[in-house]
């Protein structure tokens, strides 16, 4: 069992920046393997945004390339989204995603609970 928990969102306007924090707990967070962030904005389809995977590469979505950066301190178990030239675009529900990897091929997914960003012109 694990908990997602972010925080970090609220109103900025176009241009400007933003860091996102999502922190995970439970007993089973060693077996992490991917965290990373969806968004979903009114009327449209949950979207990644960003992931980050154990020992591994970081993805984005095309959207956010050269703009967003996702990075994880291990020792703290919080992954974070450093968000920059922001656009109404941008505006969501910003949602903390993980991975667990048990016994190499069972997996489980955990969602955070979401935090608003709201990008204004």
């Known amino acids: 069992q694990v908990q997602l928990v972010e925080s970090g969102g609220e109103l900025v306007q176009s241009g400007g920046s933003l860091r996102l924090s999502c922190v995970a707990s439970?007993?089973?967070?060693?077996?992490?393997?991917?965290m990373g962030w969806y968004r979903q904005a009114p009327g449209k389809q949950r979207e990644l945004v960003a992931i980050s995977t154990t020992g591994s590469i970081v993805d984005y979505a095309d959207s956010v390339k050269g703009r967003f950066d996702i990075s994880r301190d291990y020792t703290k178990n919080t992954v974070y989204l450093q968000m920059s030239s922001l656009k109404p675009e941008d505006t969501a529900v910003y949602y903390c995603?993980?991975?667990?990897?048990?016994?190499?091929?069972?997996?489980?997914?955990?969602w955070g609970q979401g935090t608003q960003v709201t990008v204004s012109s």
């Open positions: 995603y993980a991975r667990l990897r048990l016994r190499h091929t069972i997996f489980y997914e955990y």
């Open positions: 439970g007993n089973n967070i060693a077996e992490i393997n991917k």
